[in-house]
């Protein structure tokens, strides 16, 4: 197997821990809306992912930079700059006191992340197959 | 205050409730609407443009003369059993009376049988002479099902400041002494209230308190690196056994640390042990603080920037620098810990960030700007008010939540609380100065011709009970626009109108703040112009009577301390301001926004003194423009938390001789004083007028409002000062009324009318 075949590889896993990650994020946000749990206790909760996602994000990323994937890294692009742009204006955290007024942001955001993601994923798929062909011929 | 035709509404409304009572309906001092007819349509809500917002100040201190809130102790609670509803005035009894129907779902409940017959005297009862179906305002005594654990009881804990700037300022001396005066006040009905003491500087000092100890024991904690309380018990005693012990700490503490050099505080860490101390009880953490906080977890910089002030980055100034004190806050509001803040620093105080603390806490911010305790009016001014926020009744481990009719929704919450779930406000304690705006709308259109709004406050009382707070508010369904005009409350608007203004500034820029106001203006009087004026009468600015002192209102707001444009307020001034409008009721964010204003140099012969129902007769109010000043005359000036006396180079000297003791104008001292109280009609009638002012002002807001006595041709400063509050003047940049008018008209040139 070369190395573009592992890279998407991991590139396919990677984008599944992702898509669960938001899934994850987005049941907990219902929860919220629904009062099964306090704003303290998801903050406390999400708060701990939200670095592991975008360091994910970010390594992968960096991997595809390595390998120069250039369509991958285009794609990922945005999506990049905007978790950098995030954590540059301390506003990657989710915060307690002003979370339902910012919910719907959030949820927002969380939804359009899963679906980038979940393209992500196919693509990912369909590149790491390429790759395995090449390979075969 | 409010137009005669909403009253009318009301007379006719009461007669709808069951039974018919004068206070079936709430109390706007306790819960009032912006608007008193609601849109029955959200197309028709929209088209008025109205924030539709309710205001609420559940656990308001009561003012001489008012009826107490009546409290009812039932078999059982009665509630919906779907939207969970007290019951209340408003709802209706259907089938023959043994049902009732929810006012806010419309789903029928069964009445229980001891509304109609008390099985102790075996006898049937009027179920219409139950204070829940006669009174808007009613509080129940909660069985056990409303706790979690027994009723906590109340809990003072005293984070005082012991660095060198609080013991010279006389802060340390003052606050012990007005301790030492109040403990007998302080709620105590069931003998469980528990009391500590922190003192601060670069150590944290404990005391034990231990009633068997004859002298208090101080515990010096000098290891910072992590929060550790020194001995597990006899830190938080109970007031009533440890009483003694108490007093002799409070009557050496001055001396304890008189010879203090030390500049540093560790208050982060305080507060941090403070929490450890209390959180398995909840209660009150008390900080009297007066150096800015500048060591270990905390720590704050002295960052006040003269240049930044009146520029777009003076926002930064008023937003936090660091997260610590809001994320301690949010841990300590599920263990039902409030925090309230007196800040005394002769410099930077950080306002801004230390009242992070009270804000997600349900507390409340005192500032004392360059306090001096030898000067009698500052140490009088926190004494009053510290003593009277010792004494007065609190509530405990609270939650309050607000239920509207169907088709109703809540969108956003103003004032001091943390928000525990979509509507769902945790309030460690409730104070009673403070008030809660919530913006409404419509989500689907209302189907009946009243609209109700209920809150409850479940709450442990301050003599140990759990009780439920419940004001339902009732107010009619219209289709009709010129209705919803004519019944909107100009006073509630501006108050929620300064609440969002505090939040915009905080959130983006002062600027957007006025801007925001000034567009809700226009397009206000522009939803009004375009449906009610016809073509020819478009020169004029056109309001219904009711809406007649919203331009001047929003020009208050413009002007006022918290959003002017203006590059010499303080932050630390602004940021205290901010927050006081946040929480302040709105008759009292009214009062900040737009002053009042008196002659007092020609009274009328009953001023200043107890009119026919025993209350003390104010003048005549004047239009706050200095065109009312006179040379010859003296004026009187509140605006919630200041008074002035504004003297005129050719007063009376008379007048001058009876009210200052002085034997001309020359002589007489400008700025902060008090009033001497001569044996005289004159001075005594005044005096009347600034006690009263100041009793209520300290029962609405725990504030003794300073005097200052302003000479015509006085300190510039001071005179500008006070020229300020004339808000229908020119002021700078801002616009006088009249301008500002002209503008507005203007703007409403270019709509065109229907």
Known sequence: ?137 | MRSRRVYSRYFSLRQSSVAQSPYANSDPKYKRCTINAIPQTTALLNKCKIPFGLLITPYRHLLAGEEPVPVINPPQIVRCRRCRTYINPWVQFVEQDTRWKCNLCFLTNEVPTFFDWDPETRAHVDRRRRPELTHATVEFVAPQEYMVRPPQPVVFLFVIDVSYSAVQSGMLATAARTILDTLDAIPNADNRTKIGFITVDSTLHFYNLNPNLTEPQMLVVSDLDETFLPMPYDLLVTLSESREVIDKLMERIGDMFKNTQIVQSVLGRALQAAHKMIHAIGGKIIVLQSTLPNQNEGALKAREDPKLLGTPKEVTLLQPQTGFYKNFAVSCSPTQVSIDIFLFSPQYADVATLSGCAKFTGGSVYYYPAFNASRPEDALKFANEFSHFLSRPIGLEAVMRVRASKGIRMTAFHGNFFLRSTDLLSLPNVSPDNSYAVEMTLVENLTTSLACFQTALLHTSSNGERRIRVLTLAIPVTSNLGDVFASADQFALAAILSKKAVERALTSKIEDARDALTYKLNEIMGAYKSSFTTSGQSVQLLLPDNLKLLPLLTLGMLKNIAFRQASTIPSDLRSFVMAILYVFPPELCVVQCHPRFWSIHNLAPQIGLPGQDGQITFPPLLNLCSDKLDRTGIFLLENGVEIFIWVGRAASPDLVKMLFDKPNYDQIVAGKTTLPTLQNDYSSRINNLIGKIREVRIQMATCYPHLYVVKEDGDPALRMWFLTQLIEDRMDAMPSYPQFLGVLREQMGKISAA
């Open chain 1, 1 to 137: 197997m070369n190395a573009e075949g592992f890279l998407f590889l991991f590139a396919v896993v990677m984008a599944a821990v992702l898509l669960f990650s938001m899934v994850f994020f987005i049941i907990m946000f219902s929860d919220l809306e629904c009062d099964y749990i306090n704003p303290i206790d998801l903050c406390n909760k999400l708060n701990q992912f939200v670095l592991p996602e975008h360091l994910a994000h970010g390594f992968l990323f960096l991997m595809f930079l390595v390998n120069g994937s250039w369509m991958a890294l285009l794609i990922n692009t945005p999506l990049a700059a905007w978790h950098v742009n995030k954590i540059m204006n301390n506003r990657h955290m989710y915060d307690a006191t002003e979370i339902f007024r910012t919910l719907p942001q959030h949820k927002k955001e969380s939804f359009i992340k899963l679906g980038f993601y979940l393209l992500c994923f196919f693509y990912y798929l369909y590149r790491m197959i390429l790759g395995l062909l090449q390979e075969k011929w």
